[in-house]
């Protein structure tokens, strides 16, 4: 059985840091390219970043860029989504998921997805 499962998420200031982790079982990482996603309430999910699975490019969005590190963790079957200089605006549910494919921004190309994990950034 495939399972994701983020961890990691919780309340921080602005200006803090957190670090996500997508830990999988059931499925070898090394095969997929992995995308963070976040949603905010009444806001449609939206990309964060791709780690390739091929050699582990990166592809972060434009609003994350420079605060954000996706990466991984071949020998823990982990990818994890550090996240520094947080904003208010940062604030959601992160989800990881795996996609066959090559890094792209759309979630329908994704098939495996976790449950999620809170963040939380006060002003």
């Known amino acids: 059985q495939v399972q994701l499962v983020e961890s990691g998420g919780g309340l921080v200031q602005s200006g803090g840091s957190l670090r996500l982790s997508c830990a999988a079982s059931g499925l070898n990482l090394d095969y997929y390219a992995v995308g963070w996603f976040r949603q905010a309430p009444g806001k449609e999910r939206e990309a964060v970043s791709c780690?390739?699975?091929?050699?582990?490019?990166?592809f972060p969005t434009d609003s994350v860029k420079g605060r954000f590190t996706i990466s991984r963790d071949r020998a823990k079957n982990i990818v994890y989504l550090q996240m520094d200089r947080m904003k208010p605006e940062d604030t959601a549910v992160y989800f990881c998921?795996?996609?066959?494919?090559?890094?792209?921004?759309?979630?329908?190309?994704?098939?495996?997805w976790g449950q999620g994990t809170q963040v939380t950034v006060s002003s």
């Open positions: 998921a795996t996609d066959f494919g090559p890094c792209d921004w759309d979630p329908v190309d994704y098939d495996h």
């Open positions: 780690i390739s699975s091929s050699d582990d490019s990166t």
